[in-house]
């Protein structure tokens, strides 16, 4: 069933300058989304919490779904080749794009001399595409097939679309040895209404590097509709140290699903910093494949809705070898009438003695009618492990509210500082104090101080 401009025809025309194994992987996925439904019912853990089974019937018919989301509403923008590199900047490297369009792209001189690769994806293609193709939507070499994360272009008909309509992206390719001390910085922006942004993000750190990636995903207008269904593939060679950090402020009219996959390999390390205070409505799939012996991984989370808003996450720790480790903390605020599920897993597949791994989400309720679900999880297949998890739910403590009002804080002031506070264990880790203080100034705006 070809869908509004999500067609077939559409596929072969973006592909039309791709090389053969690109074209073919589209058409592939493209298959994946013509037969995969929608997620529409609860029989499907990872999004039972996100669909509307008030629709169930008519989403099935017509490809709606999610409370009113419809992909006839949205179109793909055109295809783009990327700017020409721009010299004779201060930072280590920038990525502007602007509707799936690549607007700036720089690498500063000494990084290039270092033989580190920056680019937007269809460039890479173009240019790299040896590499590309080793790493573009598939698993890597040594893992087994029967890992839950997988090839995430097959788990649901989002993951499907993208794989066949990807457009826009950057791919950052560290060598061996090299150590890129300043950040990276990204910055993906929605601008015209009614835009698809479909941009795949594919990160790769040879052995020994090191690098630090801030991502920044926002909308240009507060009222303009938007739909972004993306992907992130992340891969740490041994000994590489890698820090990925997303900050995602959408406005209330997009819609935003997104998959999220991160291999470490033996002796590496990767931080993932994931926070969220914008969307309509937001599902995230994460995954984190620990793939080799004392590989470690921590997934730190922040979250602050309001209004309608509704937010899905669902993770992944994946323990393939022995002596790996994980620490996931998750925090969520939550106003009015919010609504956020968390889902976690860790896995421990045999062999991988001597895991150790721990998660845990906590959720602040600003709000009687706020609601939050948590739902940690474990799958242990070897012995000699120490895997544990937990979880929190609760409002405000009006002592505390008490305590500050009772020495002169009024209760707005006292309420973001208990806020502040809560988000701090996260906050903590975050590189660099200007992201920490762009976080900070949305927590502000979200309780309108």
Same mark, same amino acid.
Request: charged share 25%; net charge negative; with cysteine.
């Given at each position: 069933?070809?869908?509004?401009?999500?067609?077939?025809?559409?596929?072969?025309?973006?592909?039309?300058?791709?090389?053969?194994?690109?074209?073919?992987?589209?058409?592939?996925?493209?298959?994946?989304?013509?037969?995969?439904?929608?997620?529409?019912?609860?029989?499907?853990?990872?999004?039972?919490?996100?669909?509307?089974?008030?629709?169930?019937?008519?989403?099935?018919?017509?490809?709606?779904?999610?409370?009113?989301?419809?992909?006839?509403?949205?179109?793909?923008?055109?295809?783009?080749?990327?700017?020409?590199?721009?010299?004779?900047?201060?930072?280590?490297?920038?990525?502007?794009?602007?509707? +799936?369009?690549?607007?700036?792209?720089?690498?500063?001189?000494?990084?290039?001399?270092?033989?580190?690769?920056?680019?937007? #994806?269809?460039?890479?293609?173009?240019?790299?595409?040896?590499?590309?193709?080793?790493?573009?939507?598939?698993?890597?070499?040594?893992?087994?097939?029967?890992?839950?994360?997988?090839?995430?272009?097959?788990?649901?008909?989002?993951?499907?679309?993208?794989?066949?309509?990807?457009?826009?992206?950057?791919?950052?390719?560290?060598?061996?040895?090299?150590?890129?001390?300043?950040?990276?910085?990204?910055?993906?922006?929605?601008?015209?209404?009614?835009?698809?942004?479909?941009?795949?993000?594919?990160?790769?750190?040879?052995?020994?590097?090191?690098?630090?990636?801030?991502?920044?995903?926002?909308?240009?207008?507060?009222?303009?509709?938007?739909?972004?269904? +993306?992907?992130?593939?992340?891969?740490?060679?041994?000994?590489?140290?890698?820090?990925?950090?997303?900050?995602?402020?959408?406005?209330?009219?997009?819609?935003?699903?997104?998959?999220?996959?991160?291999?470490?390999?033996?002796?590496?390390?990767?931080?993932?910093?994931?926070?969220?205070?914008?969307?309509?409505?937001?599902?995230?799939?994460?995954?984190?494949?620990?793939?080799?012996?004392?590989?470690?991984?921590?997934?730190?989370?922040?979250?602050?809705?309001?209004?309608?808003?509704?937010?899905?996450?669902?993770?992944?720790?994946?323990?393939?070898?022995? &002596?790996?480790?994980?620490?996931?903390?998750?925090?969520?605020? #939550?106003?009015?009438?919010?609504?956020?599920?968390?889902? +976690?897993?860790?896995?421990?597949?045999?062999?991988?003695? &001597?895991?150790?791994?721990?998660?845990?989400?906590?959720?602040?309720?600003?709000?009687?009618?706020?609601?939050?679900?948590?739902?940690?999880?474990?799958?242990?297949?070897?012995?000699?492990?120490?895997?544990?998890?937990?979880?929190?739910?609760?409002?405000?403590?009006?002592?505390?509210?008490?305590?500050?009002?009772?020495?002169?804080?009024?209760?707005?002031?006292?309420?973001?500082?208990?806020?502040?506070?809560?988000?701090?264990?996260?906050?903590?880790?975050?590189?660099?104090?200007?992201?920490?203080?762009?976080?900070?100034?949305?927590?502000?705006?979200?309780?309108?101080?």
């Amino acid at each position: 069933m070809q869908t509004g401009e999500f067609s077939k025809d559409y596929v072969e025309q973006i592909a039309r300058d791709e090389p053969q194994w690109m074209r073919d992987r589209r058409l592939e996925a493209y298959s994946l989304y013509e037969s995969l439904p929608m997620p529409h019912t609860t029989e499907d853990d990872t999004w039972r919490r996100t669909v509307d089974m008030r629709t169930q019937d008519y989403w099935r018919r017509t490809r709606r779904n999610l409370r009113g989301f419809a992909i006839d509403n949205y179109r793909p923008v055109s295809k783009t080749n990327g700017s020409a590199p721009v010299t004779g900047e201060d930072e280590a490297g920038i990525f502007v794009q602007i509707d +799936g369009s690549t607007k700036h792209i720089h690498l500063s001189p000494e990084l290039e001399k270092k033989d580190v690769y920056f680019a937007d #994806l269809h460039t890479a293609i173009k240019e790299r595409g040896d590499l590309i193709r080793d790493y573009f939507m598939t698993k890597a070499v040594t893992i087994e097939t029967s890992l839950k994360s997988g090839n995430f272009a097959s788990h649901n008909a989002f993951d499907a679309l993208h794989g066949a309509f990807w457009n826009g992206g950057y791919v950052l390719h560290i060598p061996k040895g090299v150590r890129i001390e300043d950040p990276i910085r990204i910055f993906i922006e929605l601008s015209e209404n009614q835009h698809a942004d479909l941009s795949h993000v594919l990160l790769i750190a040879e052995e020994d590097s090191q690098a630090v990636i801030i991502e920044d995903n926002a909308s240009a207008k507060s009222d303009s509709e938007g739909f972004h269904c +993306g992907a992130v593939e992340l891969f740490a060679g041994q000994n590489a140290n890698v820090t990925y950090v997303q900050v995602q402020h959408w406005n209330r009219q997009v819609w935003n699903f997104a998959s999220q996959r991160a291999v470490v390999s033996k002796d590496a390390q990767i931080t993932w910093v994931t926070a969220t205070f914008g969307g309509r409505l937001s599902k995230l799939n994460q995954a984190i494949v620990l793939d080799g012996t004392g590989s470690n991984a921590q997934l730190l989370g922040l979250a602050f809705t309001d209004a309608r808003q509704h937010l899905d996450v669902s993770t992944a720790q994946e323990h393939l070898s022995p &002596y790996t480790s994980s620490d996931l903390l998750y925090r969520t605020v #939550l106003k009015d009438r919010s609504q956020t599920a968390w889902g +976690g897993n860790i896995y421990v597949y045999p062999g991988a003695n &001597y895991t150790d791994a721990y998660q845990k989400n906590d959720n602040l309720l600003l709000s009687e009618r706020a609601h939050a679900d948590t739902l940690p999880g474990l799958e242990i297949e070897a012995h000699e492990v120490r895997c544990t998890h937990g979880a929190t739910a609760g409002q405000i403590d009006a002592d505390q509210v008490f305590y500050l009002m009772s020495r002169g804080i009024p209760y707005d002031l006292a309420e973001k500082l208990i806020v502040d506070g809560f988000f701090e264990p996260v906050m903590e880790r975050i590189p660099m104090q200007a992201v920490r203080e762009e976080m900070q100034e949305f927590v502000s705006r979200k309780l309108g101080t």
